[in-house]
């Protein structure tokens, strides 16, 4: 690549501009809906009525939803830019919120679930990530890990203003107060969600186009490697309360800080990392840390041990879901990656209807945690075996390829 390729495919700062706006996107969604819904499932029972089954099956809504709607967003990004996109799935998402604050029977409460899923899928995750790769198509891993840090931040510092929230003003003017909020600040981090300059997305390469297939072996491979690792961390992190309950460690209350912060923590350090020894060692890597994680859970009867595990368990989930992102990049390029990545998306309900459920008739089978917690911890090293098998690895020839087969500036 001459110098004159260097300068055209370089990060420019409206690049570095479009990754701070999706770290705040990232960052306002996720720890309003995702890592707040105990305190909406909390305030739907206390003020509401409405059973802990039934609150509780908001969320599987919200996550099945969620999982159509990704396949929709990534048709809409044929059609729309980014921006449109996440502007109105902000303004849907906002309503939802208020709806689920104002919801008074199970269909409302269901179907105001149901429509946080739908447009939380194009106000984050696939329209997000894929614009911040446009913007580094030659090395696409250090700004997609910045970008979704902000999962970790806003994980960490959103919780406590929701419960103050539902707790302070009620269900309803909660609901009003968070909604209006994620509006505002995804409708104004929207503004600078620029599409990039031709001359930054690199030609189609000799790695686009193979084995698109979602049926593919490469494919269904790289799905079977997410799902493990999804499945068992999802049923892991479902089970914490219960699990903290019954063996009497205390903590529960800080445990989802605990957790934020470790993910917080490993991708800040996975930056500097990845590049160093490659996504399939790092791959491995997270899932042995998973595994880790899960094994001191299934004999933590101590606080001190649910932290451990906790922020371990923080660790692998912070770089996890960067590594669906990383995978799709390397095997099949930029131009396929919204469809694509909206296909491995689907591992999220998967495990979230599967890993729970799973591991609660391994609990009622063996009496306890520590059976099907270690059998997460296997599954998890099973993951990461898999994932490793695909041969696919950061110092790919295939992103060698885009690199050299990138547009010369004319």
Not at 44 to 50: A, S
Not at 128 to 147: D, E, N, S, Y
Not at 255 to 260: D, E, G, K, R, T
Request: include cysteine.
């Amino acid at each position: 690549m001459t110098r004159s390729d260097r300068i055209e495919h370089a990060p420019r700062p409206k690049g570095w501009t479009v990754v701070a706006a999706a770290f705040a996107i990232l960052g306002i969604s996720s720890g309003i809906t995702f890592y707040s819904m105990s305190a909406f499932i909390n305030g739907l029972v206390d003020q509401r009525g409405f059973s802990l089954a039934v609150a509780s099956a908001g969320p599987t809504m919200s996550s099945a939803f969620g999982a159509v709607g990704g396949l929709f967003t990534a048709w809409l990004m044929k059609r729309m830019t980014v921006r449109s996109i996440v502007l109105i799935g902000a303004a849907g998402l906002g309503t939802s919120l208020m709806l689920i604050g104002a919801s008074h029977t199970i269909w409302q409460l269901w179907g105001a679930f149901a429509l946080s899923g739908w447009f939380g899928s194009m106000a984050s995750g696939i329209p997000v990530t894929a614009l911040v790769a446009r913007w580094f198509p030659i090395a696409p891993a250090k700004p997609l890990v910045l970008a979704q840090t902000g999962m970790s931040v806003g994980g960490a510092l959103l919780p406590p203003v929701v419960l103050s929230a539902v707790n302070g003003w009620g269900l309803t003017a909660g609901g009003l107060l968070l909604g209006g909020m994620l509006f505002a600040v995804l409708g104004l981090a929207a503004l600078y969600m620029r599409e990039p300059p031709a001359g930054l997305t690199a030609r189609k390469s000799a790695g686009d186009g193979v084995h698109t297939s979602v049926l593919s072996a490469l494919f269904l491979t790289l799905m079977g490697g997410m799902l493990c690792l999804f499945v068992s961390q999802i049923a892991t992190i479902f089970h914490i309360v219960r699990l903290a309950e019954e063996n009497g460690t205390g903590g529960t209350g800080a445990a989802a800080s605990v957790l934020a912060l470790g993910a917080f923590v490993s991708r800040l350090g996975g930056i500097p990392l990845l590049p160093v020894i490659g996504l399939r060692t790092m791959t491995v890597s997270v899932a042995l840390i998973q595994a880790a994680a899960q094994f001191v859970l299934a004999g933590a009867y101590s606080e001190a041990q649910l932290f451990v595990g906790m922020f371990l368990l923080g660790v692998a989930m912070g770089n996890v879901s960067v590594l669906s992102s990383l995978f799709i990049i390397e095997a099949y390029g930029l131009s396929d990656f919204p469809r694509l990545m909206a296909r491995m998306g689907l591992a999220w309900p998967i495990g979230s209807g599967v890993g729970p459920l799973l591991v609660g008739l391994l609990h009622g089978m063996s009496g306890g945690y520590p059976v099907p917690l270690m059998a997460m911890g296997t599954l998890s090293l099973i993951g990461g075996v898999t994932l490793f098998s695909t041969g696919i690895d950061s110092d790919s020839t295939m992103r060698d390829r885009r690199r050299i087969e990138a547009p010369v500036p004319q």
